[in-house]
């Protein structure tokens, strides 16, 4: 598609024109996939960046800047520290955490302040006991 629209016809029309032109030719009849239905997640609404997101996830890349993945984790963490069958998972999940926190604030990567410190154990399992004592383990949306 090298030619220029002419001066004064509508972009539409002349669009138009090229697909018609091209299907005579035949130019869409050996297209891969034709015929074949749309990949799963194409009926929602447009969005600019699909293929990006298609990409990053087939490769295993996260969406978020290193220190925002990391806060989100970590909050994760801590719901996850409070729903814990035992003090002893609470434990180890708050201190996987805080090593990876504490990773990260002294080995800043590029990107946004990470903006967390590492938990206190201590305090984390005494909130987790509280909760238990009260029956609000899970109830609170932590």
């Not at 090229?18 to 299907?23: K, T, V």
Request: charged residues 30%; aromatic residues 8%; hydrophobic residues 35%.
């Amino acid at each position: 598609m090298t030619e220029r629209k002419p001066p004064g016809v509508p972009f539409e029309s002349w669009v138009d024109k090229q697909i018609h032109d091209a299907q005579g030719r035949g130019e869409f009849e050996q297209l891969p996939g034709a015929g074949q239905p749309l990949p799963p997640g194409t009926d929602t609404t447009y969005d600019e960046l699909w293929w990006v997101k298609r990409k990053m996830a087939r490769e295993g890349l996260a969406l978020l800047p290193p220190a925002l993945a990391l806060r989100k984790e970590a909050e994760d963490a801590l719901a996850a520290a409070y729903a814990a069958p035992s003090e002893r998972i609470a434990r180890k999940i708050i201190t996987d955490v805080n090593v990876k926190i504490r990773d990260m604030m002294f080995k800043p990567p590029p990107g946004p302040p990470l903006g967390k410190k590492p938990y206190d154990v201590e305090e984390v399992v005494r909130e987790w006991r509280e909760r238990r004592e009260n029956g609000a383990a899970g109830t609170d949306g932590v």
